[in-house]
C-alpha cells in the first residue's frame, strides 16, 4: 500500500467532527487539514479527533490546538495557499444557497489542484455546479457533488437499482434522522427548516438559535419533510435514469431523540422488459447514523475522486456516475 490519502475537512460541526472520528479508523486516509468558521489546523503528520474536537468544544475553534492550530477569519483560502492536500471534504453549511458554489470557485482560483467532495442536497444549489463543469476541468479539479447520503447513498442505489426495469415509473427516498440535540447540526437543520411551508432558504438562515429553538418547541422537536428540492432529482435525471418529476423525497428529523423514528428508504418503481411491474426497496439499518450514512459515502467518492483525478480526469461528479470506493 502506498502513502495514505491525504484529507482535508472543511467546516467542523456535526459532520466535520463525524468525519475526524471516522478517519482515525482509516489507514488509507490521513486527516491532515481541518477549517472552521475561525481558524484552522494543520498537520501533515495528521490531526488527531479527540483533540481536534476538545479544542472546538472548549475554545470555539480549531485554530487554537496547540502548536498545528492559527486562528483566521479566511481559514479555507490560508488552507489552500498552506497545506499539501490530496482531497476535500466540503462538510460547510450552504447557507446562503450560493456557498458551495462560491467555495468551488475560490478554489478554482487558487490553482489548487486536486479532488473536492460535498454533500450539497438543493437541487438548485448542484445546478450551480453544473454551471462550473468547465472551470473545474481547466483547474484540473475532480468535484464529486451530492456525496452525503439524500442525495449520495440513497441516489446510487436507485440508479444501480434501476438495471432491473426498461422503464422507471417513480423513485421515492424517504429518510428517518434521530438526533439528540438540533444545536449539534445547526446547518442540517437550518436547511432543513427551509423546505418547511412559508420558509426558504434566506428565512431560516437569518433564524437565530432562539428562534429555531422556539418552532422546533410547537413540534416536539419534529420536522416534518415532504416534497422536498433535493438534488437526488437532478442527479438521477443527468444519469439517464428518469425524468426529475418523477423522484420525491421527504423525511422526519427527530431533533430530540438519537432513535430513527422512520426507517430511512429508497423504493425504484418500474416496469421489467416482461411488462411486470414491482418495486425495489433498500432500507438503511436503523442503528445507522445520519453522520455515518452521509460521511462514509463522502469519503467513499474522495477515494475514487482521487483514482479519477489520477489518471487526469477532471470536471463536476455526481454520485449516479461513479461509485464509491470502500475505504481501508
Ligand atoms: P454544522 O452547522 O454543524 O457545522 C458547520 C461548520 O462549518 C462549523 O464548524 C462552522 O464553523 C463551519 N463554517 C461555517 N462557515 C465557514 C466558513 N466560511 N469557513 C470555514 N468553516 C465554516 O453543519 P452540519 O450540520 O454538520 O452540516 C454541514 C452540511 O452538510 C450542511 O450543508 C448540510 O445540509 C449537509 N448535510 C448533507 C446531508 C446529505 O445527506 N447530503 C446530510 C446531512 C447534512
Known amino acids: 500500500m502506498g502513502e495514505p490519502i491525504r484529507v482535508g475537512v472543511l467546516g467542523f460541526g456535526g459532520l466535520g467532527q463525524a468525519c475526524a472520528r471516522i478517519l482515525q479508523l482509516k489507514s488509507e486516509m490521513r486527516l491532515v487539514a481541518v ?12 490531526l488527531n479527533a479527540d483533540d481536534l474536537i476538545a479544542t472546538y468544544h472548549n475554545q470555539g475553534s480549531v485554530g487554537y490546538l496547540p502548536g498545528v492550530g492559527v486562528a483566521s477569519s479566511q481559514s479555507i483560502a490560508d488552507l489552500m495557499a498552506n497545506a499539501k492536500v490530496d482531497g476535500y471534504f466540503l462538510a460547510l453549511p450552504n447557507l446562503p444557497n450560493t456557498f458551495m458554489a462560491d467555495t468551488a470557485r475560490q478554489f478554482i482560483h487558487s490553482g489548487w489542484q486536486g479532488v473536492l467532495v460535498d454533500a450539497l442536497k438543493r437541487t438548485s444549489a448542484v445546478e450551480q455546479l453544473l454551471n462550473l463543469q468547465e472551470d473545474l476541468q481547466k483547474a484540473r479539479i475532480t468535484y464529486l457533488t451530492g456525496c452525503g447520503a439524500t442525495p449520495g447513498l440513497l441516489t446510487a442505489a436507485a440508479a444501480l437499482a434501476a438495471q432491473s426495469f426498461t422503464e422507471i415509473h417513480n423513485i421515492k427516498i424517504t429518510f428517518g434522522v434521530g438526533i439528540a440535540n438540533w444545536e449539534a447540526y445547526r446547518a442540517t437543520i437550518r436547511e432543513d427548516i427551509a423546505h418547511l411551508p412559508g420558509f426558504d432558504v434566506e428565512k431560516a438562515r437569518a433564524m437565530t438559535d432562539e428562534e429555531v429553538a422556539a418552532l422546533l418547541d410547537k413540534t416536539n422537536g419534529i420536522l416534518t419533510l415532504e416534497n422536498m428540492e433535493h438534488a437526488d432529482d437532478i442527479i438521477l435525471e443527468l444519469a439517464g435514469v428518469c425524468h426529475r418529476s418523477q423522484v420525491t423525497v421527504g423525511g422526519i428529523v427527530d431533533t430530540r431523540n438519537p432513535k430513527k423514528p422512520i426507517s430511512t428508504n429508497v423504493k425504484i418503481t418500474g416496469r421489467t422488459f416482461e411488462g411486470k411491474i414491482s418495486t425495489h426497496t433498500f432500507i438503511l439499518g436503523d442503528e445507522t447514523s445520519m453522520a455515518a ?5 463522502a469519503f467513499g467518492y474522495l477515494k475514487t475522486g482521487i483514482k479519477l483525478h489520477q489518471r487526469g480526469i477532471y470536471g463536476l461528479f455526481t454520485p449516479a456516475e461513479v461509485m464509491p470506493s470502500f475505504v481501508r
Open 35 to 46: 477549517a472552521d468558521k475561525k481558524g484552522y489546523a494543520y498537520n501533515p503528520e495528521g
Open 293 to 297: 450514512n452521509v460521511c462514509g459515502p
